[in-house]
C-alpha cells in the first residue's frame, strides 16, 4: 500500500527557516497531485501548497513569497521550504498525496502521513 513519512519540523524563531519533506512509497503506484496542509489547534485542517506531477504549484495567501513547494517524481518526494516563518505558521503539517494504483483498475486515493510539528516561536 501507498505509505508517505515525513520529516524536517521542529521549533524555530520568528523570521527562521524550516524544509519539510516527504517520502512517498507504493509498489505499482503512481503518484500525482502531492501537497502540504496544516492544523493548527481548534482550526480546520487547510491547504497551505500543492504541486501537479507537472509541476503547477498552488499555494494559500498567506504563504506566498514565503513558502516554495518542489517535488522529485523518480524519487517520489515532496518538499516544502519555509521561510520568514511567522508565530500563525505554527501547526502539525501533513503531506498528502493523491496516487492511481495498483493497475490493472487503478483506483484514484488520497494518502496522508503522519504529520509533523512545526512550531515558530522565540
Known amino acids: 500500500q501507498v505509505q508517505l513519512v515525513e520529516s524536517g519540523g521542529g521549533l524555530v524563531q520568528p523570521g527562521g527557516s524550516l524544509r519539510l519533506s516527504c517520502a512517498a512509497s507504493?509498489?505499482?503506484?503512481?503518484?500525482?497531485?502531492m501537497g502540504w496542509y496544516r492544523q493548527a489547534p481548534g482550526k480546520q485542517r487547510e491547504l497551505v501548497a500543492g504541486?501537479?506531477?507537472?509541476?503547477?504549484?498552488n499555494y494559500a495567501e498567506s504563504v506566498k513569497g514565503r513558502f516554495t513547494i518542489s517535488r522529485d517524481n523518480a524519487k517520489n518526494t515532496v518538499s516544502l521550504q519555509m521561510n520568514s516563518l511567522k508565530p500563525e505558521d505554527t501547526a502539525v503539517y501533513y503531506c498528502?498525496?493523491?496516487?492511481?494504483?495498483?493497475?490493472?483498475?487503478?483506483?484514484?486515493?488520497?494518502?496522508w502521513g503522519q504529520g509533523t510539528q512545526v512550531t515558530v516561536s522565540s
Open positions: 504541486i501537479t506531477r507537472g509541476g503547477n504549484t
Open positions: 507504493g509498489r505499482f503506484f503512481t503518484f500525482n497531485a
Open positions: 498528502n498525496a493523491v496516487a492511481n494504483g495498483p493497475p490493472p483498475i487503478a483506483t484514484s486515493s488520497s494518502y
